[in-house]
């Protein structure tokens, strides 16, 4: 198995060498030369299987560079004693025939955990085969949760050093403690004046500005790439798509071979992106139904084929899914339009020139094929978590009340009754404001973070997760603020080279 660029497709290197590179160096993505297709048999022998053992039957389709033994080894450490559910990924039945994929048990609270926990073994492992004895700068723009998970799973990972650079003020409260008061001796945090966009449009530049690729080589170092671009992170995410269909056969939800829907609140499009590739490989999936906020580039662009940035970029509830330029639908549309790479470098250069595009009628009918879409606003994102705490007595975030919302208009416009799983991307304490306000039906500014937290735990019973709990007396080791412009200093800076 083999991975080209979305840019070039005479490229061709194994997934090591596309997981230590992150970004193709003609600025497009690693993607899969060819999709593995999967059996009724091979689904049927995940379902018995444990999270650790479902990810060896996955991967190993991908990562065929791999040694056996260390896809082992580096599946058990990354899914063995860091998740707090002994399933890793459980699925919880909501109601009926709807049911919620939670993805937020590993350290850090939301689902980048499931790929960021793996990636350093991924990366530290290719990296040995491909270049060396090279120490690997990870360099990472957040939304939020992926800053403090590439933290999380990188720390004192020797051979490496991490960088995150986040936007001041597009994370929540509790977000920013979980960064500014990472522990470990290899890593960096710096906030940016600027929305995520900003944040990373100036990672990709330094990225692959070959001058400061020049300055690192000088010093024993070279960049590689934690962000949801990294094919790295999308292989491990495509994983919980096929256990989750399993536990549906196991909760009797389903009979093997049934069609589920999946529905994921989307960002990046590296989440739902994973699921396209499970149902492309075989998984049986009906549709694919993408969430947003406020910020409804995708509602827009998978409903009508136009792609248009220019829009106000709205701060949410929901900070992880404020971005309006969805990296992972590259991919998408290299694999739509039969990996033709010309058709994607004029689509984006149009996209970086205008700031929009418009696909074809044929890639049109392709992802309406595969993909239904909906909105909504902060109003109905708290109605939500309020509707879902008292009819059911589930707790969500304010991203995953964002799925719940476009999938119940989804039912009701469509009539779909497909058994359904919805994808649950963090714990509702990771976004202790806005929920507890949701349940209040009043304003709890006046509360400070782990006072909501206890609140919300009182209220609700829902134990609150150790982890941020602990945060309350940690002292913030990182308060640096940086321009755009800056950025490219600050790195030099953190890394402690001129
Ligand atoms: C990152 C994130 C998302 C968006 O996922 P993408 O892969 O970027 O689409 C949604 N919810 C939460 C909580 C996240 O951290």
New binding site residues.
Partial sequence: MNYTSTRDNTLNVSSGFAITGGISADGGLFVPTAIPKIDAAFLASLVPMTYIERARAVLSLYLTDFPKEELEADTQGAYGSGFAHPKTAPVVNLRDNVNILELWHGPTC???DMALQLLPYLLTGSAKRISGEKEIVILVAT????GKAALEGFKDVPGTRILVFFPNDGVSPMQKLQMTTQQGANVGVSAIYGNFDDAQTGVKKIFTDPAVKAKLAAHGMAFSSAN?INWGRLAPQIVYYFSAYAEMVSMGQIAPGDKINVTV????????LAAWYAKEMGLPVNKLICASNANDVLTEFLTTGHYDRKRPFHTTV?P??D?LISSNLERLLFHLCGGDSDEIRRLFGQLAETGEYTVGDDMQAKIKAAFSAGCCDDEATKRTIAETFKTHRYLC?T?TAVAVTVYDEYRKTTGDTTPTVIAS??SPYKFSAAVLSALEGRDVSGLDGFAQLDRIEALTGVPAPAQLKALKNASPRFTGVCTKEEMEGAVYSLLGIR
């Fill in positions: 939301a689902f980048k939304s939020g949760d992926t949801s609140p989307t960002g990046n499009f590296g989440n739902i929901s992880s899914m971005i975030d991203h991307t963090a």
